[in-house]
């Protein structure tokens, strides 16, 4: 079992910065590509960005140049750094990750974290 613990959400306005953090605990695993989603209401929850172990990352059209995934050197936490926040970015910001844990690999999702861009 991994769960997935997020932080950084809240409220800033359009212009701003936040960093969203999302850690990954549990025993005996090891998570491969891990990343961030989003959902805003009436809409279907969308990647925003991943990253793999090895350090690729993959980004959505709308958030490119603004940004970025990382990961800490032990792979076990995720971030995003979100700069030039958009009203458009308004949504729950979703953890996941693909992780292995007693021979499987299995997909993990945070709980969310909301993320208010004000105009």
């Known amino acids: 079992q991994v769960q997935l613990v997020e932080s950084g959400g809240g409220l800033v306005q359009a212009g701003g910065s936040l960093r969203l953090s999302c850690a990954a605990s549990?025993?005996?695993?090891?998570?491969?590509?891990m990343g961030w989603y989003r959902q805003a209401p009436g809409k279907q929850r969308e990647l925003v960005a991943a990253?793999?172990?090895?350090?690729?990352?993959n980004y959505a059209d709308f958030v490119k140049g603004r940004f970025t995934i990382s990961r800490d050197n032990a792979n076990t936490t995720v971030y995003l750094q979100m700069n030039n926040l958009k009203p458009e970015d308004t949504a729950v910001y979703y953890c996941?990750?693909?992780?292995?844990?007693?021979?499987?690999?299995?997909?993990?999702w945070g709980q969310g974290t909301q993320v208010t861009v004000s105009s």
């Open positions: 996941n990750a693909d992780c292995w844990t007693r021979a499987r690999m299995r997909n993990y």
């Open positions: 549990g025993s005996g695993f090891s998570c491969n590509t």
């Open positions: 990253i793999t172990r090895g350090g690729t990352t």
